[in-house]
């Protein structure tokens, strides 16, 4: 049973477009994140949430906009695709915050914008 | 804010040979150091994890040590095998603090059969 599964594992998209990816845990943690890995493999946060309420917002651009339903899903809504939101984003779980204990990661969904 | 610094960013060992990943950190404040190991096509995995309190931390063919004075912290491998070969990478974070975890740039290790 995966753990934290997220949809689609590749996107390939035209850039102006707009494209989300679903993110799920069946762990039972309070707070998700998405983090963004450019081509060079720097893992950087974009967003942390706790308990459907956003917590972080790492100055990533309005056109990335979250969502959580519930405590158990948070997916990314991006708007206006760029040719630089290439990357692969992966969505995380924890059962206290990242600065505390373990991050559980999702297999990444590698976006490319044509 | 908190900077981690990694070295090196490639590293190539023979299988059995030791592998060691170096990391630095900047916010004294600092005192949870977890590394984790991201094989390709997958997402990073925590393989271990120090705080501020212990010096060093073993787990079968996995160290870490870390020095609070000097503020770096190592991460070895003995006995390396070729599922070793991934990206490692360090971080470092303030338990407890809203701030999140900042990480180091990752180490993509080779081992050699």
């Known amino acids: 049973d995966t753990a934290v599964s997220q949809t689609p594992k590749y996107l390939v998209t035209q850039m102006g477009n707009d494209k989300s990816i679903k993110c799920e845990q069946n762990l039972g943690h309070d707070t998700m994140y998405w983090y963004k890995q450019d081509s060079k493999k720097f893992l950087k946060i974009m967003f942390s949430y706790n308990n459907k309420e956003l917590i972080i917002n790492e100055t990533v651009p309005n056109r990335f906009s979250p969502k959580s339903p519930d405590k158990a899903h948070l997916n990314l809504h991006i708007n206006s695709l760029e040719l630089g939101d290439s990357a692969v984003y992966f969505c995380?779980?924890?059962?206290?915050?990242?600065?505390?204990?373990?991050?559980?990661f999702g297999e990444g969904s590698r976006l490319t914008v044509l | 804010g908190e900077n981690v610094e990694q070295h090196p960013s490639t590293l190539s060992v023979q299988e059995g040979d030791s592998a060691v990943i170096k990391c630095t950190y900047s916010?004294?404040?600092?005192?949870?150091f977890p590394w984790y190991k991201q094989e390709l096509g997958k997402g990073p995995q925590l393989i271990i994890d120090?705080?501020?309190?212990?010096g060093e931390k073993k787990d079968q063919r996995i160290a870490v040590t870390l020095n609070k004075t000097a503020k770096h912290f190592s991460l070895h491998i003995t006995e390396t095998q070729p599922e070793d070969s991934a990206v490692y990478f360090c971080?470092?974070?303030?338990?407890?603090?809203?701030?999140?975890?900042?990480f180091g740039s990752g180490t993509q290790l080779t081992v050699l059969p």
């Open positions: 971080a470092a974070s303030i338990t407890g603090s809203a701030r999140q975890l900042t």
């Open positions: 995380a779980s924890s059962k206290e915050g990242a600065a505390t204990g373990e991050l559980f």
């Open positions: 916010d004294s404040a600092s005192n949870y």
């Open positions: 120090i705080r501020s309190n212990v």
